[in-house]
Nanobody
C-alpha cells in the first residue's frame, strides 16, 4: 500500500514556529532520501528540505537556518520544524521521497498540510 499522510499545519503569526509531520508507507520511506516540498498559491511545487536515510540534510536557500528536517526510520516518519516563519512560507506542505514516488506513470502525493503565516 502506498501512503503519504502529512499533518500538523495551521495558522501562525510571522516570526512564530510550527512543526509538521509525515507518515509514509515503507515502500516509499525505506532507505530513500525523503523531502519536504511546498506549493504556494499560483506557484509550482518546490523542494525545501531533504534528508538521506543516514541523516544528511540539505535545504533551499529560502529556508536555510530557519527550517530543520529530521526523520525516524523506525516509524517511517519525517518531520519539519519551521522557525522564524515568514508570510512567504505560506503554502501547502507535502512530503515524498526524492525523486517523488510514481505509480502507474503518475506521481503519488498525499493531501498535504496547509501552513498559513500571517503578517
Amino acid at each position: 500500500q502506498v501512503q503519504l499522510v502529512e499533518f500538523g499545519g495551521g495558522l501562525v503569526q510571522a516570526g512564530g514556529s510550527l512543526s509538521v509531520s509525515c507518515a509514509a508507507s515503507g515502500n516509499i520511506f525505506s532507505r530513500n532520501t525523503m523531502g519536504w516540498y511546498r506549493q504556494a498559491p499560483g506557484k509550482q511545487r518546490e523542494l525545501v528540505a531533504s534528508i538521506t536515510s543516514g541523516g544528511n540534510t540539505n535545504y533551499a536557500d529560502s529556508v536555510k537556518g530557519r527550517f530543520t528536517i529530521s526523520r525516524d526510520n523506525s516509524k517511517y516518519t519525517v518531520y519539519l520544524q519551521m522557525n522564524s516563519l515568514k508570510p512567504e512560507d505560506t503554502a501547502v506542505y507535502y512530503c515524498n521521497k526524492i525523486p517523488p514516488f510514481y505509480a502507474g506513470g503518475m506521481p503519488v502525493w498525499g493531501k498535504g498540510t496547509l501552513v498559513t503565516v500571517s503578517s
